[in-house]
């Protein structure tokens, strides 16, 4: 059993930068596939980063690459979301995620369904 709780959301004008992150109970963090998603009003659930239980490999929707930076310390049983350059688009809450080790090694880390547990969210809301 994995609990994740989210923090540093907020409100920020557009170009400025937030860092969220995910800090998770457990012994067995570091074995987990982490994923971070959003989900705005009205919208589906959205695949944002995701990185691979030892850190070394990471991936990312295509209207984040460039502007957000996902990482992870095992030591600290925590997951970032470095996000820069925001966007108005990028409104939404914020959700971290985990799951077994292979869901990195596939297409299913992008998928919500791949992962088991999940954080309640934090807003983030980039004004114009």
């Known amino acids: 059993q994995v609990q994740l709780v989210e923090s540093g959301g907020g409100l920020v004008q557009a170009g400025g930068s937030l860092r969220l992150s995910c800090a998770a109970s457990g012994r067995t963090f570091s074995s987990y596939t982490m994923g971070w998603f959003r989900q705005a009003p009205g919208k589906e659930r959205e695949f944002v980063a995701a990185?691979?239980?030892?850190?070394?490999?990471?991936d990312y929707v295509d209207s984040v690459k460039g502007r957000f930076i996902i990482s992870r310390d095992n030591a600290k049983n925590t997951v970032y979301l470095q996000m820069n350059s925001l966007k108005p688009e990028d409104t939404a809450v914020y959700y971290c995620?985990?799951?077994?080790?292979?869901?990195?090694?596939?297409?299913?880390?992008?998928?919500?369904?791949?992962?088991?547990?999940w954080g309640q969210g934090t807003q983030v809301t980039v004004s114009s």
């Open positions: 995620a985990a799951g077994s080790s292979v869901v990195f090694t596939t297409t299913r880390r992008a998928h919500p369904s791949a992962y088991n547990y």
């Open positions: 990185i691979s239980w030892t850190g070394g490999s990471t």
